[in-house]
């Protein structure tokens, strides 16, 4: 599954490099840093995203995994807040779904972070 989310950054990074960037390795990537999201001294300052076993991280509950999912999280809704697009959550059973633009919608996701970035990516390729 872990190949799926890299897929996801993968998109991102070929529609909008200036956001997220692509490294030599498949299982990361660069996400630029905002300064509504988080301090820092440069502009062109990024933050490293490993998505090589994600879920496993994440079903363990591994702190740093949580605080990159939320920097994901916190970053793609300021990308949508520039854009003027609403994105909204809903949770199921099966996971967290996000809809962007009350149209585009995600697949369930185990974090908001996911389904928020499953529907970004949507955006990017409308």
């Known amino acids: 599954m872990s190949t ?12 909008d490099p200036d956001e997220c ?14 300064p509504d999201v988080e301090k820092c ?6 933050r490293l ?5 994600l879920e496993t991280h994440l079903a363990n509950r591994r702190d740093l995994t949580i605080q990159l999912l939320n920097f994901v999280l916190l970053t ?8 003027q697009s609403s994105i909204s959550f ?13 149209r585009l919608r995600s697949q369930p996701h185990p974090h ?8 970004y ?4 390729e409308f």
Do not use: M
């Not at 001294?41 to 990024?46: G, K």
């Not at 908001?112 to 529907?119: G, N, V």
């Open 4 to 15: 799926r989310y890299q897929q996801l950054f993968h998109k991102w990074a070929t529609l």
């Open 21 to 34: 960037l692509s490294t030599e390795r498949d299982y990361k990537f660069k996400l630029r840093i905002l």
């Open 41 to 46: 001294n440069s502009l062109s300052a990024s």
């Open 49 to 53: 995203i490993i998505t090589d076993n």
């Open 76 to 83: 793609i809704i300021q990308h949508c807040a520039a854009r």
């Open 90 to 102: 809903s949770f199921t059973e099966l996971g967290t779904i996000a809809t962007i633009c009350n």
């Open 112 to 119: 908001p972070a996911l389904a928020a970035l499953d529907a």
């Open 121 to 124: 990516v949507q955006l990017l």
